[in-house]
C-alpha cells in the first residue's frame, strides 16, 4: 500500500515543462518592470513593484494534464484502501451483528438434528468441470507431465496457447487420443470441487457430506474425460468398469448398503448411459445382468440435468457462439474475428470442441414432438417482460406449496415461436410458417472447396472451409430450423464430426424399446429411446434451479465477408424486442437455470418416468424439485444461498440439504415431494408423447 502511494506521488510531483517559460525575454538593463500583473492562458507573472524593486518575480504553473496513469494509481489506491477497510470492519464488528457472517451451513445443523452418514455417495461431473491432466504430449510440453491442462489455474492459456489447444484437441477421425498425445482426466474428490480457484463446483456439497460423516471411504467422484463418447470412456479408459467395480465395493464394504448417485448436468446422461452398460452382456456391456441396478443403486439425484440436450450446444457447433460472445461482438465489432488483430479465438474453438464427441450428446433430443415446430412449441406462453419481477410475484403470491404453478395468459400475437430454433431473421422468426419461405425436406447442400485457400490468408482450418459460398447462401434462405431439420443442417456444415459422433449418440423418440436396435450403446444415454432398470425400489430426482432466463433459440445472420473469415455464420446482435420480451441480442429466452432450459430438466421426470410407463417399465419413483433462484444479498453470500444458477446451484442451501437427507437415508416423500415453481406440469401436457 505504501509503495502504490509512494508512485502515485511521484506521479504528481512530476515537473511538466512550458514553452512560456523557456522563450520569456530577459529584462533590459536599468528598465523598471511596470507594476502590473501579467497573465496568459498558460502562466501569470507578478513583477516587483517600484517600491520593493528587490521582490523576486514568482511564478505559477498551469494544471497539468490528467494521464492514464494517474487514474490507475488511484484506482488501485481506492481499491486497496477499501479492501483494508471491509478486513478491519469484518474483524472488528462485534460477531454477533446480524447479517454479518453467512447462516449455519446445512451440513451442522442436520447433524445437531442427527442425521448422519448411512448410504455411500458417487458424485458424477458434467462437462468441461473435470480436471484434466497431461501424461504424454508433444514437445512443446515439457515440463507439463501430470500438471492440470484443464480446470486449475489456466496459466498454459497464456504461456503457450497454440500447444495447449494442440493438446486439448482429439483425433478427428476417431475421437481419441491423437497420436503421441495422452490426456487424462483427474482422479479423486479433487477432480471436480473447484473449477478454477475461488470457483467451486462440488467443493461445498462435499464439505456438507462430511460434516455429517462422510469420507473417502463412503463417497467417491467418478471421474472420467469428458471430452469422449461414453462408450469411448470404456473403450480407451475403462472408466465405465472402474465406476461399477467402486459401487460394488462401496456396497461391500459399507454394509450392504445401497449407493446414492449424484449426477450432475451432462453426467447425468452419463449415468443413463452406465446403468443401460453395467446390465448389458459382454462385450459391448458391463454383464452385470438385470438387477444390477435394483441391487446397488437407492436414488439417482440429477442435479441441473441436460436429459434432452441443451440449445447452446447448438450454437456452439454452428458458429462457437453463446448469447456472451454475441454481446462481445455486439460491444466490440471485430474483437473476436481475424481482421482486427488476427486472434481468431472462435476459429480455434471451433476446431478444438468439434473434436470432443460429448458436445454432441447435449444436442437437443425428442425433435419436434418434445421441442416444437415452425408454429408450436411447449413455452410459447411463456413471458419475459420484466421476467424477474414477474416470476419472483407470482412466485412469493403462492408460497412455497408443492402443487403450485405459474400460468401466463398471453395473446396468440405474441407467443414466440420456440420451435424455430435457429432463424436467419428476426422476422423470418416471427411470421407464420404460411409466410415464409421453408423446405420441409433435407438440406442438399454443395460442399464444394471455397475458392480461398486457409493458407493464402493464415486463418484456422474448419470444416467450414469445405463448403462454398453457394452452399451457404442456400443455408440461410432455408430462413428456419426446427430440431428436426437441425440435424441436416449439422450434417451438411460439419460432416465429418457428425460422422464420427452420430456412431455414438441418437436424438429421436423411440417407436418400440422392445426392438432389438436399440440394444446399442448408442441409445443409451437418450431417455427417450431407452428403458430405466428393472428396480422398483429405486428413485430418480430431476433437481434444477427456474427463474433464470435460459437460452431458447437464436436468430442468425450471414457473416459479413472479411479477409480471413472462416465462420460464415453468426448470431444477429441486433435482434431485439420481440412482442413478449423474450428476444435480446439475437437469442430467444425462456425459463431454466442459465444453461438448462426447464423442458429439458424437468419433462422426463414430470411425464415419461412418471408412474409405470414404457419407459418405466418397473414404476419406480420419480420426483420434481424446483429451486428458484434468489440473487445474493450481499458479498458475503458468495454466488448465492439460494441460487438457482447452472452451477452455483451446488451451494445452494436447500438442495444440499435434500442430498444430505436422501443419504441419510430419508425417500422422496420424507423430503416433501414434488416442489415445482415453474411451468414444468402444463408444458409437459402439451407434449404428445405415447407412454
Not at 136 to 146: A, V, W
Not at 200 to 206: D, E, M
Not at 315 to 326: Q, T, Y
Not at 422 to 446: A, Q, Y
Request: with cysteine.
Amino acid at each position: 500500500m505504501s509503495s502504490i502511494l509512494r508512485f502515485r506521488k511521484l506521479c504528481f510531483l512530476q515537473p511538466t515543462k512550458s514553452s512560456s517559460y523557456d522563450q520569456k525575454p530577459e529584462p533590459q538593463k536599468n528598465q523598471t518592470p511596470p507594476h502590473t500583473n501579467k497573465i496568459d492562458d498558460k502562466n501569470y507573472v507578478v513583477a516587483a513593484s517600484e517600491e520593493n524593486p528587490k521582490r523576486k518575480h514568482f511564478q505559477k504553473k498551469a494544471p497539468r494534464e490528467w494521464r492514464c496513469i494517474d487514474s490507475c494509481c488511484w484506482m488501485i489506491g481506492y481499491l486497496c484502501t477499501t479492501w483494508w477497510l471491509l478486513f478491519f470492519l469484518y474483524h472488528c464488528l462485534p460477531p454477533n451483528l446480524p447479517g454479518l457472517y453467512p447462516p449455519e451451513p446445512p451440513g451442522t445443523r442436520l447433524r445437531r438434528q442427527g442425521v448422519t452418514a448411512l448410504h455411500p455417495v458417487v458424485l458424477v461431473p458434467g462437462i468441461v468441470t473435470g480436471g484434466l491432466e497431461l501424461w504424454e504430449g508433444r514437445p512443446c510440453s515439457d515440463g507439463l507431465f501430470r500438471q492440470r491442462l484443464w480446470g486449475g489455474t489456466f496459466t498454459e492459456i497464456f504461456r503457450r496457447p497454440m500447444c495447449w489447444l494442440e493438446h486439448l484437441s482429439l483425433d478427428n477421425e476417431t475421437g481419441l487420443d491423437p497420436p503421441g498425445i495422452r490426456v487424462r482426466p483427474v482422479p479423486g474428490l479433487v477432480a471436480a470441487d473447484y473449477f478454477a480457484p475461488g470457483y467451486f463446483v462440488w467443493a461445498i456439497l462435499i464439505e456438507n457430506l462430511a460434516r455429517i460423516g462422510y469420507e473417502g471411504k463412503n463417497m467417491y467422484m467418478a471421474a472420467y474425460d469428458w471430452r469422449l463418447s461414453f462408450q469411448n470412456t470404456e473403450v480407451r479408459d475403462q472408466s465405465l468398469s472402474r465406476l461399477k467395480n467402486k459401487i460394488e465395493l462401496m456396497y461391500v464394504t459399507n454394509g450392504n448398503k445401497k449407493v446414492v448417485v449424484v449426477p450432475h448436468s451432462m453426467g447425468v446422461i452419463y449415468f443413463l448411459h452406465f446403468m443401460k452398460w453395467v446390465e448389458a452382456p459382454p462385450p459391448m456391456g458391463g454383464g452385470g445382468g438385470p438387477l444390477w441396478c435394483a441391487k446397488h443403486i437407492k436414488s439417482i439425484m440429477n442435479i441441473g440435468p441436460a436429459f434432452l440436450g441443451v440449445p447452446k450446444a447448438v450454437g456452439n457447433l454452428i458458429s462457437a457462439e453463446s448469447k456472451d460472445v454475441a454481446f462481445i461482438r455486439a460491444m466490440a465489432p471485430g474483437l473476436l474475428d481475424s481482421d482486427i488483430f488476427g486472434l481468431q479465438a472462435l476459429e480455434q474453438v471451433m476446431k478444438v470442441s468439434r473434436t470432443w464427441d460429448s458436445i454432441i450428446s447435449l444436442i437437443p433430443k425428442g425433435g419436434e414432438t418434445v421441442w416444437g415446430d415452425l408454429d408450436w412449441s411447449p413455452e410459447e406462453d411463456y413471458v419475459c417482460d420484466s421476467p424477474m419481477e414477474k416470476y419472483q410475484q407470482k412466485i412469493d403470491a403462492k408460497g412455497n406449496k408443492t402443487d403450485n404453478r405459474i400460468d401466463f395468459q398471453v395473446q396468440e400475437s405474441t407467443k414466440t415461436k420456440y420451435g424455430r430454433i435457429i432463424s436467419f431473421g428476426k422476422k423470418e422468426s416471427e411470421l407464420p410458417s404460411s409466410e415464409i419461405f421453408n423446405l420441409d425436406s433435407k438440406v442438399s447442400l454443395n460442399n464444394a472447396t471455397t475458392s480461398q485457400s486457409p493458407a493464402s490468408c493464415g486463418k484456422v482450418w474448419t470444416e467450414y472451409d469445405e463448403v462454398s459460398d453457394e452452399s451457404i447462401r442456400r443455408i440461410s434462405e432455408e430462413k428456419a430450423y426446427t430440431t428436426k431439420t437441425l440435424l441436416d443442417l449439422l450434417r451438411s456444415i460439419a460432416p465429418k464430426m457428425m460422422k464420427r459422433a452420430e456412431a455414438h449418440f441418437s436424438h429421436g423418440i423411440a417407436d418400440d424399446l422392445d426392438d432389438p436396435k436399440y440394444d446399442h450403446y448408442k441409445y443409451w444415454s437418450n431417455p427417450l429411446e431407452t428403458k430405466l432398470p428393472n428396480a422398483p425400489e429405486m428413485e430418480i430426482y430431476c433437481l434444477y434451479g427456474v427463474g433464470i432466463p435460459t437460452e431458447r433459440s437464436y436468430v442468425y445472420k450471414v457473416s459479413p465477408p472479411g479477409r480471413c473469415k472462416s465462420i460464415p455464420l453468426q448470431i444477429d446482435s441486433s435482434a431485439n424486442k420481440s412482442p413478449n420480451g423474450c428476444l435480446k441480442g439475437g437469442v430467444y429466452f425462456s425459463d431454466g437455470d442459465e444453461s438448462v432450459p426447464v423442458i429439458s430438466a424437468g419433462f422426463v421426470c414430470a411425464k415419461p418416468w412418471r408412474g409405470k410407463t414404457r419407459f418405466n417399465p418397473s414404476g419406480m419413483s420419480s420426483y420434481v424439485r424446483e429451486y428458484k433462484h434468489k440473487a445474493p444479498l450481499n458479498f458475503l453470500e458468495g454466488r448465492g444461498l439460494e441460487s438457482g444458477g447452472h452451477v452455483d446451484i451446488m451451494g445452494n442451501v436447500a438442495l444440499i440439504e435434500d442430498v444430505l437427507r436422501v443419504a441419510a437415508g430419508a425417500s422422496g416423500s420424507e423430503i416433501g415431494g414434488d416442489r415445482i415453481f415453474s411451468d414444468i406440469m402444463k408444458m409437459s401436457e402439451k407434449i404428445n408423447i405415447r407412454l
